[in-house]
């Protein structure tokens, strides 16, 4: 698990030089206690959106165009789950050598909704069912010399205290 | 404005799928000229070309009508281009009905075909940054067959779904595609065989997922006036209907390319799933419903997920589809047989032109020229599809 105030995960002479930051702007929150998705949610209909609605919504029956700012729920319920057996093609960043991830859609109750996000680094398929309850976490998305890049990932509640 | 909304189909043409590495505009030409012959008709006949679009092959495949028309000889024929995901071929179908229905030609020309790279599709090349396809490779590592897994996998929990389940599948479409000249993949496999291939997405194995082919796909279509004129009697296959509806919010389904689903925090009751609406919309359109059908050639692009079409088309109840492959009723011999073609499993995707030839082996069929996978008497062809975007369609072809 890594988070914006950890230390790298090799920590070297570069160390004091590397730095997170997350791989894509606005999508989440870097707190590092509490991470969350930023969504919107539409001023007129309450409708919400993942990644945040800019200018329209998504309602056929709505012509909003205001939309708060909102931290989506940090846990939810596996909607559904696989994993990545090959090495994704670019733009995905992968390491080598490769290692396989899963990747969860979770169900979100309050927002009616669901979301998907890779598992946390270490969580397989067999950690997984639909139903499992998971939370949000800040983890590694790829890394160079300068960079960690995080990205959300969904994590089994509970797993963390596991291991 | 006649009542009558059929347009005859009066040729079918294919060049066989496989991985041939050569133009796209080659195979396309192959597939038009064929269809021509079959309709007994020449190019310069030919009033309204419609291409399907490959987003894979530069400037010529965006405008894949005008490509098409050009490598046949440029005739002054009206021309468009299509591009709708894996429903491309559809959407060009859709076209040329439209211009035959409105009166505005007689005969039309719907050809579409692919030259694909090896391995998962990729997006197109780039740093797009504002393009959720891009993003959900970088930002995810989700594939096609990513969004694939995850539905079968709801299979599994929901229906009870088992790997034997999805295999069989599999080894159906392998016995129907055997006979297939124009399938690629032509051997027969056993389920041992496709539980021994690699898992690529848990639970989907190499053998269960689509693969990306090289292949074309062209129909010669026209007015029912002008096919009674051209052959002297009614027209033997006509296309009742076309759907290409769009999903209805809140689509609760996580689709490609997507990170999320619409939210269902402001609407109350029950929407209709995207899939079966698609098909609904042309049973709709063409006063025809489900236990009409003798066959259906639908996408599988995994295994599991053609389960989830017999379902979505109407052959059977929400979690029945194993007990119907089980039972025998979707294979050849069967009912309804699924796929007599062999499917995208024998096929690989070639997308504009897996929608087209869905249709040319619908036309077969009914014309019993299936050599070797006929569906015997069979008179109604449904055939459903579903791409990235919130695209799919849904053709009905009757004799």
Redesign the interface.
Known sequence: MSNLDADPPEASSEAATRTAVPAVEGWFSTDAERPALLGSRCSSCGTYAFPAAQSFCANPRCQGTEFEAVELSRRGKVWSYTDARYTPPPPYVAADPYVPFAIVAVELEAEKMVVMGQAASGVTVADLSVGTEVELVLDTLYADDEHDYLVWKWQPVGAEARR | MSDDKRVAVLGAGMHPWGKWGRSFVEYGVHAAREALADADLSWPDVQFVSGADTIRNGYPGFIAGATFAQALGWTGAKVASSYAACASGASAIANARAQILAGLCDVALVVGADTTPK??F??VGG?R?DDPD??????????NP?YF??????RM??FGATDEDFAQVKVKNSRHGAANPNARYRDVVTAEQVLAS???????RLLEICATSDGGAALVLSSMEFARRHAGAEPAVTIAAVSTVTPR??N?V?EMP??????????TGDIEGFRPSIVRAVYEEAGIGPDDVDLAEVYDLSAALELDWYEDIGLCGEGEAEKLLADGVTSLGGRVPVNPSGGLSSFGEAIPAQAIAQVCEAVWQLRGQAAGRQVEGARVAVTANQGLFGHGSSVLVTR
């Open positions: 391995g998962f990729a997006p740093e940054r891009w993003l959900r490779f970088h930002l995810l590592g989700a594939t990513t897994a995850l539905y079968a996998r709801r929990d929901r690699p898992m690529v997405a848990d639970p989907l919010f809140p609760r996580i997507n990170f999320s689903t619409d939210s269902a925090a402001a609407v």
